[in-house]
């Protein structure tokens, strides 16, 4: 990461949400397309499995980072923020799309999407109904 970066120039993706369209996980802000995993075919599968730490995040140091043939993402956190950069090369290094999400709400829309896909079951629905 370019140490003379300004983080806080970056826009801020309002109303954020993670998103399985056309199976497919996208992150949007405002129904707007931040991001994606383009070759994260079948999510809808996969997500049945996913956990919290599975959840796509780095650190500015050690950064989350994933490519195909035409992509590249970089996730990380920095100062309570969550950064997506995205670009249109697997080997690039400027990110024409950059975003950043608070940490909290960038969580809270993982947590929500899995537990969508990948749903807790509440002990009572598991031991019945003991009062009856």
């Known amino acids: 990461m370019n140490p003379t970066t ?7 993706a309002d109303n954020f949400r993670v998103e399985v ?16 995993f383009p070759a994260w075919e079948n999510a809808d599968r ?8 599975d959840v796509p995040l780095g650190t500015l140091a050690d950064p989350f980072e994933d490519e ?14 969550i950064y997506i ?20 709400k960038y969580v809270e829309a993982w947590a929500r999407v899995i ?6 079951l509440d002990l009572d629905d598991l031991m019945g109904d003991a009062d009856a």
Not at 115 to 120: C, D, G, I, T
């Open 46 to 53: 996969d997500l049945r499995h996913f956990v919290p730490a």
């Open 68 to 81: 195909d043939e035409s992509w590249r993402i970089r996730i990380f956190e920095h100062d309570g923020w």
């Open 115 to 120: 537990s969508q896909f990948n749903p807790v």
């Open 21 to 36: 369209l056309d199976r497919h996980v996208e992150l949007t802000s405002n129904d707007r397309r931040v991001a994606w």
């Open 6 to 12: 300004d983080f806080a120039s970056i826009p801020v």
């Open 85 to 104: 950069f995205e670009a249109d090369a697997p080997d690039a290094e400027e990110f024409p799309r950059r975003w950043r999400v608070p940490r909290e």
